[in-house]
């Protein structure tokens, strides 16, 4: 089973950077409920490529995902992080409401 970190790491590397639907999404839902929902086929139908973006998150290999961000030197953090900007969670948090 994903942990919740793991599932914003596949929907990052699945998901447009920036998109506000899919930000939304996983801000008022959480990562996993979004991964659960697309791979269900009965959500998101009217989003446009969810077929692609389901077929991409079936085949997002998460020990690759990590090794990749291993070998760039990257580190993936989410808001749940210390380290978190929390400017990011103000822009976020107004739109929720």
């Known amino acids: 089973m994903l942990s919740e970190s793991d599932a914003r790491l596949v ?3 699945t998901i447009e950077p920036a998109d506000k639907f899919w930000s939304l999404e996983i801000s008022n839902s959480n990562a996993l ?3 659960k929902r697309i791979l269900s086929g ?3 139908l ?3 490529n969810i077929l692609d973006l389901q077929h991409a998150v079936l085949k ?3 020990s ?3 090794d990749e961000l291993i070998d760039s ?3 993936f953090i ?3 992080d210390s380290d978190w900007p929390v400017a990011l969670m103000t822009f976020i948090r107004p739109q929720l409401g």
């Open 73 to 75: 030197g990257a580190i």
């Open 78 to 80: 989410t808001p749940v």
């Open 60 to 62: 997002a290999d998460l």
């Open 46 to 48: 009217k989003q446009k």
């Open 42 to 44: 009965k959500y998101y």
């Open 64 to 66: 690759q995902i990590k």
């Open 11 to 13: 929907l990052f590397s």
């Open 33 to 35: 409920n979004v991964i």
